[in-house]
């Protein structure tokens, strides 16, 4: 079972470039997230998608995309990248309605470094 | 803006004893509370729920939940090496809105 799997693990980017961070998974779930943990920080949310053709802005979207054009895959863009987008990613997801517990399942984060 | 609070530790427990995480929230509209589990490097998992008032017990771990003082806690008891780790205290809004606010996490770290 894949569950969720985010590509890459790890990045090393410069200021200025652009990049997108993938995110798929394969337990048709309806609710995809996309958080960022700064080091010793809990997890900050910064798009989610409650399902395909509909995203909406968590607490830190800026210098982020993010597109659902299915049901399995959400990537994450970052425009112009800046030090301060120097973070572990994390891409999640959740089923709808009664199979929903609350749980969240995680892919194995992306490590990003802008420098 | 809706706040998880946690201490960040770290706490060190000996082996053996109870280790007792909490959280408050700010959220009175809060209905949903979770705790997971981080290992370092890793991506975190749930480890307990809680939706109502008092106790829930699974294996080794308590979640206790108060509404009326926004607080929840996760007592660990016969704390094991394998237990340190970062614990996250998660909130959901009501049901219906799919959206957790984490706290920052305390370290726990159960010395042998």
Same mark, same amino acid.
């Given at each position: 079972?894949?569950?969720?799997?985010?590509?890459?693990?790890? !990045?090393i980017?410069?200021?200025?470039q652009?990049?997108?961070?993938?995110?798929?998974?394969d337990?048709?779930?309806?609710?995809?997230?996309?958080? !960022?943990?700064?080091?010793?920080?809990g997890?900050?949310? /910064?798009?989610?998608?409650?399902?395909?053709? /509909?995203?909406d802005?968590?607490?830190?979207?800026?210098?982020?995309?993010v597109? $659902?054009?299915?049901?399995e895959?959400?990537?994450l863009?970052?425009?112009?990248?800046?030090?301060?987008?120097? +973070?572990?990613?994390?891409?999640? +997801?959740s089923?709808?309605?009664?199979?929903?517990?609350?749980e969240?399942?995680?892919?194995?984060?992306?490590?990003?470094t802008?420098? | 803006?809706k706040?998880v609070?946690q201490?960040?530790?770290p706490?060190?427990?000996?082996?053996?004893?109870?280790?007792?995480?909490n959280?408050?929230?700010?959220?009175?509209?809060?209905?949903?509370?979770?705790w997971? $589990?981080q290992y370092?490097?890793?991506?975190?998992?749930?480890?307990?729920?809680?939706?109502s008032?008092?106790?829930?017990?699974?294996? $080794?771990f308590?979640?206790q939940?108060?509404?009326?003082?926004?607080y929840?806690s996760?007592l660990?008891?016969?704390?094991?090496?394998?237990d340190?780790a970062?614990?996250?205290?998660?909130?959901?809004?009501?049901?219906?809105?799919e959206?957790?606010?984490?706290?920052t996490?305390?370290?726990?770290? /159960? /010395?042998p």
């Open positions: 079972n894949a569950g969720v799997t985010q590509t890459p693990k790890f !990045r980017l410069k200021i200025g652009s990049m997108t961070l993938q995110c798929t998974q337990m048709n779930h309806n609710y995809m997230y996309w958080y !960022r943990q700064d080091p010793g920080m997890l900050k949310l /910064i798009y989610y998608s409650v399902g395909a053709g /509909i995203t802005k968590g607490e830190v979207p800026n210098g982020y995309n597109s $659902r054009s299915t049901t895959d959400f990537p863009r970052l425009e112009l990248a800046a030090p301060s987008q120097t +973070s572990v990613y994390f891409c999640a +997801s089923p709808f309605g009664e199979a929903n517990t609350g969240l399942f995680f892919g194995e984060g992306s490590r990003l802008v420098l | 803006q706040e609070e201490n960040s530790g706490l060190s427990v000996p082996e053996g004893a109870i280790a007792s995480l959280c408050t929230y700010s959220d009175r509209g809060s209905q949903s509370f979770f997971y $589990r370092s490097g890793k991506s975190p998992e749930l480890i307990m729920s809680i939706y008032n008092g106790d829930k017990e699974d294996g $080794r308590t979640a939940l108060n509404k009326a003082s926004q929840v996760l660990i008891r016969d704390s094991q090496p394998s340190s970062t614990y996250l205290c998660a909130v959901k809004e009501n049901f219906g809105n959206k957790l606010t984490f706290g996490g305390t370290r726990l770290t /159960i /010395i």
